[in-house]
Every structure is written in C-alpha cells, then in structure tokens.
C-alpha cells in the first residue's frame, strides 16, 4: 500500500518540475531546529519583514492529512502519530505544488522558505535528486535551542494548538528523531559553509533581532 502511494507521488513530480522550469528558480532558504525552536514564529516575521513564503512542511503534510479525500492522509497520520518521519516523495510534492502555485500567482514571489526540511538523510537525497538545478539553497537557518526549553513551550502550545503531537510522549520521540536524523543534516550543511545559527533560547523579538541581521546581509 505504502509503496504504491509512494511510486504514483513520484510519478507526478517531473510534469511539475517542467511546468515550474519556464519561471524563476526557487531561492530557498532552509529551516531547521528542534520542536518549539520558534521556527514558524520566527518564519512569520521574516515573511512581514522580507520577501519570502513561508512553506512549513510539517503544515503542509497536517493539511493534506486533515483534506477530505486525500489518498495520503491515512497514512501521513500513522507517521505523525509515531513520530515518523513521513516518505520524502510525499513531502517534496507538496513542497514542489505549493511552490509552483506561489509562483504562478506572482512570478516576484520565488524566494521562499522551507520550515522543517530536510528532517533525515533521505529528505536531502529525494531534494538533490528531484530539485537538483530546479532551485537555489541559499544557506539553512538554524534556531538552536535546548531539549529542555524545547518540550516546554510544546507542551504549553499543546494547550491551544489541538496538535496530536503536542504532548509529552510524542514530544519525546520527535526529539529523539531530531537529534539522530535531523542534526546529521545541520552539521552537513555546516561544513559547507552553508548554516546560519541562531540562540532560539531567547524571547522572540531578541531572536528575531540576530535573525534580521542575517536576512539583511544574505538578503
């Protein structure tokens, strides 16, 4: 079952990949951190402050999981629920259709940024190989922050935020999951030269301060 969703996702990506060729590359910036690092706050404010699109991966597979008819859903909510990481060919679909979308709506609107991806070795091997020469990565924002500080602001989001994965059973293996595929990943693009750093442990507008000297300077 698996394996087939998977194959007809990958089926779909090349006709995209054609149709987005004839506009701008994307220029994306991914970003990455441990749950609660403030990564889609942060992207929030960049967005008002920038010229970006925010795509958060983790949004985007909750929607397609909660859209009626979806022949993924199913299967996106076991991974989540596990605290899985959910195959890089659904994830990169989406990615790419909300991308295209953006830029056929305004072809100014191409700089754009990737929240939560890649998670794993995988997601980094299925972007090189669909988006290799269809886009631009700029460098990876990384909001670091620390296990501790990390579970307690998701577990007072999960208050309000009627997140599935918001409570401390789940928190605890996706931070498992973070630290043993996800820093692989950062440590990677650091030796490239290619990662920003940014405290998290900070209050917001403190870490929005170091993140728009970044923006300001990469631009």
């Known amino acids: 079952m698996i394996g087939r969703l998977v194959t007809k996702v990958a089926q779909r990506v090349p006709s995209q990949l054609y149709r987005v060729s004839v506009m701008k590359k994307p220029q994306v910036v991914f970003v990455l951190g441990g749950p609660g690092a403030g990564k889609g706050t942060q992207c929030a404010k ?70 939560g991806f890649p998670r794993n070795e995988d997601n980094l091997q299925g972007w090189n190989k669909v988006m290799d020469g269809n886009a631009d990565v700029k460098f990876v924002l990384f909001f670091d922050c620390s296990n501790e500080v990390c579970i307690k602001r998701c577990l007072e989001r999960g208050k309000s935020s009627g997140r599935s994965d918001d409570n401390r059973e789940s928190l605890e293996k996706r931070i498992q999951t973070y630290l043993q595929s996800t820093r692989p990943i950062i440590d990677l693009y650091e030796k490239r030269g290619k990662v920003r750093c940014v405290d998290a442990s900070k209050s917001v507008d403190e870490v929005f301060a170091d993140v728009k000297v970044i923006f300001d300077k990469e631009g």
Do not use: C, Q, W
């Not at 397609?64 to 990481?85: C, D, P, Q, T, V």
């Not at 989406?94 to 953006?102: C, D, G, N, S, Y």
């Open 46 to 115: 960049i967005v008002e402050n920038y010229n970006y699109t925010h795509l958060s991966a983790g949004d985007l597979l909750r929607a397609e999981r909660a859209r009626e008819g979806s022949e993924f859903g199913l299967l996106i909510a076991n991974f989540i629920k596990e605290g899985k990481i959910v195959p890089v060919e659904i994830t990169i679909n989406l990615l790419r259709m909300k991308m295209e979308e953006t830029m056929k709506k305004d072809e100014e609107k191409y700089r754009f940024l990737i929240d």
